[in-house]
């Protein structure tokens, strides 16, 4: 049976996946959060015209004879203004954020004035307008001031602190539950028997999830026994939007994944698609739950987990997600490639203003050290022709 092209799996894996319902969170617990709506300033920032430095506010034009004392009448700071009206010949002392008074049109710094007791004195004329932050500088009441869909990253926070918006519409985080399978695999940290090795795939995925902003429910590892997995898919179901499972997802005796989730009725949109590593790709839905089977061997699973849950997870999460994929030139000669879409481990570096792409010497789909290695990923078209050093080619980046 032909394999799915990666472009008809993404496709499918992304239809009709909209962005989770809206809940609202508190402002501190609202960082890397998504916007469910715009947000609308509830004040007008600064709500009065205020001071932008330590100084005098007077009248501007007493400030172009060079020999014209002012009084100082009182004094504005930030958080207390000054109640009166500076009239001609008269100076209030006012200090940075203090509302300006009526009648001052400037605030002369301090470093340009004499004082001698009450009484100031110009080193300099200052222009009507100079050194006062007009009233909605920033923003006004009832203004626009973030979109739907923006991240609310450091500067988006504090702009809706200053809006004295206290809760935030935020896009409900996906909720992804990780399942391993397998009899061979322990946690890290346990002793395994002697056929056994440490379940490393759970983590890398965990983090490409953790990386779109969704929350991972780590439900461990479960053997490779149908009543085993078909338990701990229950238990996901129950409080996750997606489920990914790990391992057990090709053809052999042990590979137990499908036939359970055929089981519990999944809706099965696809089984091995055209890619390397990652042929037994599985994605169905059971219910409202996505599911997400990823091929056992880890590089397979954590290149999937780039490729497919990553964007997965962030349409669910309302975010904007475009891979990092770049133009590149090969820096050694590369065979002609098969029916499936080859992710080759490789390292780049910049020559002379050009991304060189060098391809690892062993591409084995278990091995974690090349991965680690690797910041980039050569993507070689099916039935891509053979290719000689120096020629174009694309890398979809991974750090
Ligand atoms: N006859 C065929 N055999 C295989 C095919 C095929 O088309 N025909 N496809 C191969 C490909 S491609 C892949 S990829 C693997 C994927 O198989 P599974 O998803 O069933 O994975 P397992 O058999 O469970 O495990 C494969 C390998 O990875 C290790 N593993 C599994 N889970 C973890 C984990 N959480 N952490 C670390 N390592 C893990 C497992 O011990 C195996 O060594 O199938 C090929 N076979
Ligand atoms: O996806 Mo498998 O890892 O192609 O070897």
Same mark, same amino acid.
């Given at each position: /049976? ?7 799996? +993404? +496709? ?12 609202w ?22 709500p009065? !015209?205020? *001071? ?14 060079? #020999? ?17 009206r ?11 954020g203090?509302p ?9 710094i ?12 110009a ?8 050194n006062?932050? *007009? ?7 009832g203004? *626009?001031l973030?979109p739907?869909g ?11 602190a200053?809006a &004295? ?17 397998g ?6 940290g346990?002793e395994p028997?002697? !056929?056994?090795?440490i379940a490393s ?11 779109v902003g969704?929350e991972?429910i780590?439900?461990g ?9 078909? =338990?701990a898919?229950?238990?996901? #179901?129950?409080?996750? !939007? ?6 057990g997802?090709?053809?052999?005796? +042990? ?6 989730l055929?089981?519990?009725?999944i809706?099965?949109?696809?089984? #091995?698609?055209? /890619?390397?590593?990652? #042929?037994?790709l ?13 091929p ?5 699973s954590l290149?999937? *987990? ?18 990092d ?8 000669a590369?065979?002609? &490639?098969?029916?499936?879409e ?6 780049t570096?910049?020559?002379?203003g050009?991304?060189?792409a ?5 591409? =084995? ?11 980039a990923?050569i993507?070689r078209p ?10 174009s ?5 991974l750090?």
């Amino acid at each position: /049976m032909a394999l799915l092209p990666i472009g008809e799996a +993404h +496709h499918r894996l992304l239809d009709g996946a909209e962005p989770l319902p809206m809940e609202w969170v508190d402002l501190d617990q609202a960082a890397e959060r998504v916007l469910a709506e715009s947000l609308i300033a509830h004040r007008t920032q600064p709500p009065f !015209d205020a *001071s932008a430095m330590d100084g005098y506010a007077v009248q501007a034009e007493d400030t172009t004879d060079p #020999k014209r004392n002012l009084r100082v009448i009182g004094e504005a700071v930030a958080g207390r203004r000054f109640g009166g009206r500076v009239g001609a010949g008269e100076a209030v002392r006012i200090f940075t954020g203090a509302p300006v008074p009526e009648g001052a049109d400037a605030v002369l710094i301090q470093e340009n004035v004499d004082r001698a007791g009450d009484l100031i004195l110009a080193l300099e004329p200052v222009a009507e307008g100079r050194n006062i932050r *007009s009233a909605g500088l920033d923003f006004a009441e009832g203004q *626009s001031l973030l979109p739907k869909g923006r991240r609310l990253d450091p500067g988006a926070l504090s702009l809706a602190a200053a809006a &004295n918006l206290s809760v935030l519409p935020v896009v409900r985080r996906p909720r992804v539950a990780l399942i391993a399978t397998g009899n061979e695999l322990v946690l890290p940290g346990t002793e395994p028997g002697p !056929d056994q090795i440490i379940a490393s795939n759970s983590f890398g995925v965990a983090a490409v999830a953790r990386g779109v902003g969704a929350e991972v429910i780590d439900l461990g590892v479960v053997p490779d026994d149908k009543q085993a997995i078909g =338990d701990a898919i229950a238990r996901a #179901k129950a409080q996750a !939007d997606v489920i990914v499972t790990l391992g057990g997802a090709s053809v052999g005796d +042990h590979d137990l994944v499908r036939p359970v989730l055929e089981q519990a009725g999944i809706d099965l949109s696809f089984w #091995k698609i055209a /890619m390397r590593p990652g #042929k037994p790709l599985m994605f169905g839905r059971l219910g409202t739950t996505r599911v997400l089977g990823l091929p056992g061997n880890p590089v397979a699973s954590l290149v999937c *987990s780039h490729l497919f849950l990553a964007p997965l997870l962030a349409r669910l999460g309302g975010l904007e997600y475009v891979a990092d994929i770049r133009d590149a030139r090969l820096g050694l000669a590369m065979a002609e &490639n098969g029916e499936r879409e080859d992710y080759v481990r490789a390292t780049t570096k910049l020559v002379d203003g050009a991304l060189v792409a060098t391809p690892l010497p062993v591409q =084995d789909s278990s091995m974690l050290s090349t991965l680690a290695q690797s910041d980039a990923l050569i993507i070689r078209p099916p039935f891509a022709p053979p290719a000689q050093a120096g020629s174009s080619c694309r890398v979809f980046k991974l750090r």
